[in-house]
Nanobody
């Protein structure tokens, strides 16, 4: 089981950049694929699913992005530091959300992800993009 702490959010103007960080504690970080998710303000109600943003495999050699962020966001990891980062460039107002990281399972083929029941969500980090 991994516990995560996200940081790096803030207020930025449209077109700007932010770099989010996620530090994990617990055993086996370097054996897990990790993902970033987000939940926009209007979706912050019980039962509202978080939107998938990006994922990276255990070694860092494979990545996957939602179409809405492809070409603008880059996910990376440093297994020596038990950390995952999300570099966000060319930010848009619609990127405004609370961002979360979490370990993900690969459901069949790369690009199809699930969540482990034994992990939980962190507190997230808030990103606000002004127009």
């Amino acid at each position: 089981q991994l516990q995560v702490v996200e940081s790096g959010g803030g207020l930025v103007q449209a077109g700007g950049s932010l770099r989010l960080s996620c530090v994990a504690s617990g055993r086996g970080f370097d054996s897990y694929a990790m993902g970033w998710f987000r939940q926009a303000p209007f979706r912050q109600a019980p039962g509202k699913e978080r939107e998938f943003v990006a994922a990276i495999n255990w070694s860092g050699r494979s990545t996957y992005y939602a179409d809405s962020v492809k070409g603008r966001f880059t996910i990376s990891r440093d297994n020596a530091k038990n950390s995952v980062a999300l570099q966000m460039n060319s930010l848009k107002p619609e990127d405004t959300a609370v961002y979360y990281c979490r370990s993900v399972s690969v459901e069949g083929t790369w690009g199809h992800f699930g969540l482990y029941d034994y992990d939980t969500w962190g507190q997230g980090t808030s990103v606000t993009v002004s127009s």
